[in-house]
């Protein structure tokens, strides 16, 4: 596998410090890891928002700090979450006395690592607490299962939660907020290619020519069934119908978001897009505004994920406040 | 009696396993998570084994916990907190002390695996790590008190963990991220039992 990097033990740190170097006004890197957070401290009377993961998912999540997003990502090695004391020091450098939110993935290990890293935060009088997002379908939320997986639905989440905490809310409301994002949010993806971690340096699941995997997440994991590949509009009716089928966003307003896993052509996208539009004004769903990028990706695996959030008015309000990050802006 | 040398040589040895069996351990999670077992955990020991010099003068209480440190600042994942919050515990439960009994031994582990569960909010037959430390540790407890030598015990634990990681391929995953496959999950080996009986032969290895 050709992969543009220089060592695979340095690739987590080179592109966080890239990334930095790509807003030096706006971001800094910590030197204790590969934490960003905004160059300049935000003010003492705002809730603080943490979020991170596994790297690979470019620009997710450090390419979402700033005015009206997150206040710090913190980046693990790819796909891997990262350390209870790495994230606490994204909480410390960026806690104010409102207090932290973190926005976590739904993945044992991202929950398991923020729950000590939150652990540790309180020991040390840091109010800090913690939203999991599990927007995606294409995993039963059951007893029997670690519950749906957290995807690209994450950004909404960043973008919404964002805004009410700029606008001084308390950390109670802040997370009272997101949660209701991550209610109404959700999400299924595909690949027609799979990806390779670089210290693993082999695909994590292998596709025949003909072959596609439906329901993926965004590790490289294998998706929940294996089909012949069929064409684009037909692949998004099978993953919107799926959503549709999860909660009612007939006669409700929604955020559209086409999500490209890392190695799709923003034609393919579009053409995605094409099809999701006009399915939904059948469905009788009205878009309220729609997204079409690489948001959260998956390294070079090519596929796409499609998201709906379903608004109210404050959901609205929030979702067109002032963002400015290097990976999105309003 | 276990002193703090031989648990040293424990940790090392465990280290050694680990690296040695990296890919395959990475082979088993490609099939049903997400490929990095055998990486994320090789990392952690690596960077264990680096720090081993500066705990050589302590208690092995100590020891572990700086073991169990160690592993959550550096594997990273679920297996950091999982693995890391044993030692951690095990650590605890050996406090102050500068030799284990064959009985603190035992509880040693018995408290490695309560902070596996604890962490993890997991019970044994999910398909995890603990389907292969809860029979080792039943089996270890029977042999002690059935009069068995440390050495003898612990053998019988490693076979008790074999059997119960070959019975993770019948079962489906509950927790973790081969949960999302769920009858899928049939078939396959749990890189997590996997290198939990790893390390217990590790163990074993050293007596």
């Known amino acids: 596998m050709k992969k543009l990097i220089n060592a695979v033990d340095a690739v987590e740190e080179q592109m966080v410090l890239g990334l930095v170097k790509s807003a030096p006004k706006k971001l800094k890197k910590l030197d204790c890891g590969n934490v960003v957070v905004r160059a300049e401290k935000k003010p003492a009377e705002k809730v603080a928002l943490v979020s991170g993961g596994g790297s690979g998912h470019e620009p997710a999540h450090g390419g979402f700090v700033g005015e009206g997003m997150l206040d710090c990502a913190v980046a693990g090695a790819v796909f891997t979450s990262p350390t209870p004391d790495q994230i606490f020091e994204g909480i410390k450098a960026v806690a104010t006395e409102q207090g932290v939110l973190c926005i976590v993935k739904n993945y044992t290990g991202d929950v398991m690592n923020f729950e000590m890293a939150i652990d540790m935060a309180s020991d040390e009088d840091i109010k800090a607490d913690h939203v999991v997002v599990n927007d995606d379908v294409a995993v039963k939320d059951s007893l029997y299962t670690t519950g749906r997986r957290g995807v690209a639905g994450t950004i909404l989440v960043h973008k919404i939660a964002g805004a009410k905490a700029e606008e001084g809310a308390t950390l109670e409301e802040v997370k009272a907020t997101a949660e209701k994002v991550i209610a109404n949010v959700r999400t299924m993806g595909m690949a027609i290619s799979p990806c390779t971690v670089p210290a693993a340096g082999k695909p994590g699941f292998e596709l025949g020519e003909d072959e596609m995997e439906i329901g993926i997440g965004i590790h490289g994991e294998p998706g929940t069934h294996r089909e012949k590949i069929a064409q684009a509009d037909e692949i998004a009716k099978t993953l919107l119908e799926k959503i549709l089928a999860d909660i009612d966003y007939k006669g409700h307003e929604v955020v559209v978001l086409i999500n490209g896993m890392g190695a799709t052509p923003l034609m393919e996208l579009y053409i995605i897009n094409n099809f999701v539009q006009d399915y939904l004004a059948k469905e009788g769903v009205k878009v309220y505004d729609t997204m079409v990028g690489n948001y959260m990706t998956s390294i070079e695996m090519a596929g796409f994920s499609i998201t709906l959030l379903r608004l109210d008015d404050e959901l609205k309000k929030l979702y067109d406040a002032k963002a400015d990050t290097p990976a999105l802006k309003r | ?207």
Do not use: W
């Not at chain 2, 077992?37 to 572990?64: T, W, Y």
């Not at chain 2, 950091?80 to 500068?98: D, E, I, S, V």
């Not at chain 2, 603990?130 to 634990?157: I, N, T, V």
């Open chain 2, 1 to 207: 009696m276990i002193d703090a040398k031989k648990i040293i040589a424990m940790v090392e040895a465990i280290a050694k396993k680990i690296e040695s069996e990296k890919d395959f351990l990475t082979q088993l999670d490609n099939e049903i998570g997400d490929g990095d077992h055998g990486i994320n955990l090789a990392r952690g020991f690596k960077s264990v084994e680096e720090k081993l010099p500066g705990l050589e003068d302590k208690d092995i209480g100590a020891i572990l916990k700086g073991v169990g440190t160690q592993l959550v600042s550096t594997v990273g994942g679920a297996s950091g907190p999982l693995y890391g919050t044993a030692f951690m515990k095990a650590g605890n439960a050996c406090k102050g002390k500068t030799e284990l009994t064959d009985a603190d031994f035992a509880s040693a582990l018995e408290a490695a695996i309560g902070g596996i569960k604890m962490r993890g909010k997991a019970e044994e037959g999910e398909k995890t790590m603990l389907d292969a430390l809860c029979p080792a540790c039943r089996a270890l407890k029977e042999g002690l008190d059935s009069g068995k030598e440390l050495k003898e015990a612990l053998a019988a634990a490693v076979d008790a963990a074999a059997k119960g990681m070959e019975h993770t391929k019948t079962i489906i995953a509950t927790k973790g991220r081969a949960s999302y496959l769920g009858e899928r999950s049939i078939g396959h080996q749990d890189p997590g039992a996997t290198s939990s009986l790893y390390m217990l032969q590790a163990m074993l290895d050293c007596l």
